[in-house]
C-alpha cells in the first residue's frame, strides 16, 4: 500500500477501494515533493503521510499524529468521489506542518503557518521544488473550489485571495 517515499517522509499511503486513487496517489506525491524543502529547511521528518478515510472524524480537514504522522482529507465526507481543491489540501498540510513546532492553535502558530506559505513561495520561485510542469498536470489539478466547512483548528486569515494568489503561483 505504500507508495513512493521522499527524502523527508518514509511513507506515503492513499485509500484503497475508492473511486478515483490515481488522484489520490498523485496529490499525496505531489504535495510531498511540494514540502521537502521546508522540511528538510527545518529538519522535519514524518514516518507516514496518509490520506483520511473520507467517513473519518468528518469535520476535520487533517491531523497531525504525534509529529510523526501527517493525515489530510482528500475528498468529502459521504461523497467520496469529490475531492478538495487542491491549494486548500496544501494549505492543511502547511497547518498539519505548523504543528510539527506549535502544538496549540496559538497566534504563534497561525503567524508559523503564514510563515511556511512564505517559505513555501520562496522555495518554488527558487526552483527548489520537483514541481510537474503545467501541461503534465491532469485536469483535476484544479478541482472545484473548496466547498467543505472550515472546522475547528483551521487558520481563519485563509481566505480566497490567499488561495487564489497561491494557485497563481503554482501555476494552477
Ligand atoms: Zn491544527
Redesign the pocket.
Known amino acids: 500500500m505504500s507508495q513512493v517515499t521522499t527524502s523527508q517522509i518514509d511513507s506515503i499511503r492513499y485509500q484503497k477501494g475508492l473511486d478515483g486513487e490515481a488522484r489520490a496517489i498523485c496529490t499525496l506525491e505531489w504535495i510531498a515533493r511540494l514540502v521537502t524543502p521546508i522540511m528538510q529547511d527545518h529538519g522535519w521528518r514524518l514516518q507516514l503521510l496518509e490520506e483520511m478515510h473520507p467517513d473519518e472524524h468528518t469535520n476535520w480537514l487533517g491531523y497531525n499524529a504525534g509529529q510523526k504522522e501527517i493525515h489530510l482529507r482528500l475528498r468529502q465526507p459521504g461523497e467520496p468521489v469529490v475531492f478538495c481543491h487542491t491549494v486548500h489540501v496544501i494549505s492543511v498540510m502547511l497547518?498539519?506542518l505548523a504543528?510539527m513546532v506549535h502544538w496549540e492553535?496559538t497566534l504563534d502558530f497561525y503567524d508559523f503557518h503564514e510563515q511556511l506559505f512564505c517559505e513555501l513561495e520562496a522555495a518554488i520561485k527558487a526552483k527548489r521544488v520537483a514541481f510537474p510542469e503545467k501541461d503534465k498536470l491532469p485536469a483535476w489539478w484544479v478541482g472545484p473550489a473548496p466547498t467543505l466547512p472550515l472546522p475547528r483548528?483551521v487558520d481563519p486569515r485563509d481566505n480566497t485571495s490567499k488561495f487564489v494568489a497561491f494557485a497563481r503561483l503554482l501555476k494552477l
Open positions: 497547518h498539519e504543528h492553535h483548528g
